[in-house]
């Protein structure tokens, strides 16, 4: 299996932009489907965004043109750059590998947007 670290989070203005980061403990090369999910106080866990071993991306239509994902498989890294940021992106956001059929998370790092 792998771990996931992320970090980046923090507060925010609307409008604001973040960088998150997922550090992964191997090489990311292999695993096909790396994602960023966000859980919001009272919610179910959401995707925000995949990205494919072949750089495919896909979105929630919540994030489209406001936020990109990338991966950098020599820094076994995935980020989320989020752009034009409203209170309602504020969640907890983690980070998604899966490896063998089985999904493995990291912590969560905490976004807050609000002025």
């Known amino acids: 299996q792998v771990q996931l670290v992320e970090s980046g989070g923090g507060l925010v203005q609307p409008g604001g932009s973040l960088r998150l980061s997922c550090a992964a403990s191997r090489s990311i090369r292999s695993i096909y489907t790396m994602g960023w999910y966000r859980q919001a106080p009272g919610k179910q866990r959401e995707l925000v965004a995949q990205i494919t071993s072949s750089f495919g991306t896909s979105y929630a239509d919540s994030v489209k043109g406001r936020f990109t994902i990338s991966r950098d498989n020599a820094k076994n890294t995935v980020y989320l750059q989020m752009n034009s940021l409203k209170p309602e992106d504020t969640a907890v956001y983690y980070c998604?590998?899966?490896?063998?059929?089985?999904?493995?998370w990291g912590q969560g790092t905490q976004v807050t947007v609000s002025s």
């Open positions: 998604n590998a899966v490896l063998s059929g089985m999904s493995n």
